[in-house]
């Protein structure tokens, strides 16, 4: 379990995540706002869609504005880059310089980390990647003095097997992330049911909680499912969707409160 403020992740049923994926400072407060209104546990921003990147105090302005307006609820801050399905075009290195900037603020509780930036999954498993792992640990180790770490990797394209999910994850944990997140396109519903059984498996051999999901429509009831299989985090949406597949908060929490009156 992972206690982020009043939140533990990983007790319990599944916390609900919904994005904020405004482009401007008004409109990002507003979106704030009408979320922490709903049953909702987590906030995340996807920085990858807001506009003023480029203007550190109207960041921090507007991170200070999130925290107050969010009250308890935690806030998780993300830059989802273009090659894992966002809008980010950033470089690793001012990638990484805006994450160690966010987390000295002191306004974030959760960043995510996007782990296989400039790593090579096939090199990393096969032992020839050790300086980045070095510096990718070294990397979340400074950010854990200030946030919680989301290691996260997202496939839009496909469904990897098995074995490399499986080692995904298992790298994402070696190298200190605190909650690692793996997201994956199904092309059939054994895709999907691949993912959960990757998911069921791995989370019986951790201490550490998961978030997994597959995304689209053949991947819905794993954002649904997830105490079922060990999925610790599922992501909602109010209104647009910011991944396929994302259901409407509301109803999200019906299905996930009928799941865990199950195991009551």
Known sequence: MVQVGAVTIGEGQPKICASITESDRKAVIAAADILVQKSIDIIEWRLDFFNDMEDRDRMKDTLLRLKMSLGNKPLLITFRSEEEGGNGTLGREAYEELLLWIAESGYADMIDVEIFRELSYQEAAA??????????????????????????????????????????????????????????????KKDALTLMTVTLEYSSNTSKPLITMAMGGLGVVSRLAGESFGSAVTFGCVGQPSAPGQVAVDRLEDALELIHQCYR
């Open 127 to 188: 032992g020839q990647a050790e300086r980045r792992m070095d510096e990718i640990r070294e990397f979340i180790r400074q950010l854990q003095q200030k946030v919680i770490v989301v290691g996260s990797y997202h496939d839009f394209g496909r469904t990897p097997s098995r074995e490399e999910m499986m080692g995904r994850l298992e790298l994402m944990d070696a190298l200190g992330a605190d909650i690692p997140k793996l997201a994956v396109m199904p092309q059939n």
